[in-house]
């Protein structure tokens, strides 16, 4: 559509949604919004929600102190990562 042209007069008023007209008597409708054509079988949503769970964190040891902790991240129970030292809190010092 040219700027500035209606879209009555437009050879693209049917196919263009900007201001497509409902059954007379009625506003205008903007359709402008994907929707689904077909209700999602129950089927087909408890497939996709069969992958919902809750991923059971990767527990590694701790090479300073053997304690239980997430690998990539300091260990909250003696604060060092890769031989470092980094929390100096008082659980770390102790
Ligand atoms: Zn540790």
């Known amino acids: 559509m040219t700027a500035g042209a209606p879209c009555e007069t437009s050879s ?3 196919t263009d ?3 497509r007209r409902a059954p007379a ?3 205008t409708v903007r359709i402008d919004m994907a929707v689904p054509k077909r209700k999602t079988s ?3 949503r408890d ?3 069969a992958q919902h769970k809750i991923a ?3 527990v590694a040891t701790c090479s300073a102190c053997s ?3 997430l690998s990539h991240r300091v260990c909250p129970s003696c604060g060092t990562y890769r031989g470092r030292r980094y929390s100096t809190t008082d659980a770390a010092l102790a």
Request: with cysteine; proline share 10%; hydrophobic share 25%.
């Open 56 to 58: 059971i964190p990767m």
């Open 67 to 69: 304690a239980p902790k």
């Open 12 to 14: 693209q008023a049917k």
């Open 42 to 44: 129950k089927s087909r």
């Open 17 to 19: 949604g900007c201001c």
């Open 47 to 49: 497939k996709r929600r």
């Open 25 to 27: 008597g009625s506003a």
